[in-house]
């Protein structure tokens, strides 16, 4: 809930952010990059692993 008493800002809702731009998509993949392939090689090595 966004009111008064509890400090939020209906400014800081989600719906109401603007869609990423191609740069900030582009900084946050090679930020998830190394883990993104971390896991997918141990995935890879242990098929039955969550």
């Given at each position: 809930m966004h009111t008064?008493?509890?400090g939020a800002?209906?400014?800081t809702e989600p719906q109401e952010w603007p869609?990423?731009?191609d740069e900030q998509l582009a900084m946050i993949r090679r930020l998830l990059a190394p883990e993104i392939h971390r896991a997918r090689t141990e995935r890879?090595?242990?098929p039955f692993a969550a």
């Amino acid at each position: 809930m966004h009111t008064a008493e509890n400090g939020a800002d209906e400014r800081t809702e989600p719906q109401e952010w603007p869609e990423p731009t191609d740069e900030q998509l582009a900084m946050i993949r090679r930020l998830l990059a190394p883990e993104i392939h971390r896991a997918r090689t141990e995935r890879a090595a242990d098929p039955f692993a969550a």
